[in-house]
């Protein structure tokens, strides 16, 4: 499972030199209706945000949902592009790490609007506790968005 976490990790420092622009630095991040935050480690955001150089001050934060991770996708697919964000999720799909991720059931997601960069991963709950979740009942599955400024 640490493995996953390690691929992970190398595949976001990858994605973060793909999210590349510049301008709005006040795009918010659009929520997902329903989803309750949860707490992750120190140790889980630490990596994630070190593993994003290109991301200045980069926001990890947690969710858990009941919704499946397909209806998780199709939401915030919507919620961005209603919100004017593009979708540069197709510029790293074919990355050997990203077909490890979605091979998984991992859903895997990219957006920026200006100088704003925003990741969305969906967990189903089989991988969410080996990814530094707690807290999730045997129904909800796990949400992790990043976001921040391109540095």
Same mark, same amino acid.
């Given at each position: 499972?640490?493995?996953?976490?390690?691929? $992970?990790?190398? &595949?976001?420092?990858? $994605? %973060? !030199?793909?999210?590349? #622009?510049?301008?709005?630095?006040?795009? %918010?991040?659009?929520?997902?209706?329903?989803?309750? #935050?949860?707490?992750?480690?120190?140790?889980?955001?630490? @990596?994630?945000?070190?593993?994003?150089?290109?991301?200045?001050?980069?926001?990890?934060?947690?969710?858990?949902?009941?919704?499946?991770? *397909? @209806?998780?996708? %199709?939401?915030?697919?919507?919620? &961005? @592009?209603?919100? +004017?964000?593009?979708?540069?999720?197709?510029?790293?799909?074919?990355?050997?790490? =990203? @077909?490890?991720?979605?091979? !998984? +059931?991992?859903?895997?997601?990219?957006?920026?609007? +200006?100088?704003?960069? #925003?990741?969305?991963?969906? &967990?189903? *709950?089989?991988?969410?506790?080996? !990814?530094?979740? %707690?807290?999730?009942?045997? *129904?909800?599955?796990? =949400? !992790?968005?990043?976001?921040?400024?391109? #540095?």
């Amino acid at each position: 499972m640490f493995k996953r976490l390690a691929v $992970l990790v190398v &595949f976001l420092a990858a $994605l %973060s !030199l793909v999210l590349v #622009a510049c301008g709005d630095e006040t795009a %918010s991040v659009p929520a997902y209706s329903g989803a309750t #935050a949860v707490t992750l480690s120190d140790s889980v955001k630490s @990596k994630m945000s070190d593993s994003l150089a290109q991301i200045k001050n980069p926001t990890v934060e947690g969710f858990k949902t009941t919704d499946d991770v *397909n @209806k998780i996708k %199709s939401t915030y697919d919507s919620n &961005f @592009k209603s919100a +004017g964000w593009d979708d540069k999720s197709s510029e790293f799909g074919s990355e050997a790490s =990203i @077909k490890q991720l979605t091979d !998984l +059931g991992l859903v895997v997601l990219g957006y920026q609007k +200006g100088n704003k960069a #925003a990741i969305v991963m969906a &967990f189903p *709950n089989t991988y969410a506790g080996a !990814l530094g979740f %707690s807290g999730l009942g045997t *129904n909800e599955n796990a =949400i !992790l968005v990043i976001s921040g400024n391109q #540095a």
